[in-house]
């Protein structure tokens, strides 16, 4: 019974010794990085869907797409990939901004086919 105690104080210690990082101001939180991130996919598949074999006018369709998403979110290109680069030197960030993504396309998906029937 000790251990299992002594195991739930140390993981407790570890939890509330971890490093949570302040994002920058000029970071996009979590919650909107990946619904920005979700619509970059779904841009990427719509590209890749039309040009499959065209890979100059593939490119061209996710640039247009990208510029869309950007506008829709009230952003741009250069702000997007500052966060985006910001994200990737923290990995553990970076895991719950993808982890978060994949739960968020899950929620889409499920409400899609709900919608569908």
Not at 38 to 62: C, F, G, H, V
Not at 72 to 94: V, W
Request: net charge positive.
């Amino acid at each position: 019974m000790k251990s299992i105690l002594l195991i739930a104080v140390a993981f407790l210690f570890f939890l509330s010794c971890t490093d949570n990082k302040a994002l920058p101001a000029d970071i996009f939180p979590v919650s909107k990085m990946k619904v920005i991130v979700w619509d970059m996919e779904i841009a990427d598949q719509t590209a890749i869907n039309k040009y499959t074999y065209k890979k100059d006018s593939l490119r061209m369709e996710a640039t247009g797409l990208y510029q869309q998403v950007f506008a829709r979110h009230k952003t741009d290109k250069k702000t997007f990939y500052k966060s985006l680069a910001y994200y990737q030197s923290y990995p553990d960030l970076m895991k719950v901004l993808f982890d978060s993504v994949t739960s968020y396309g899950t929620r889409q998906k499920n409400s899609a086919y709900k919608r569908a029937y």
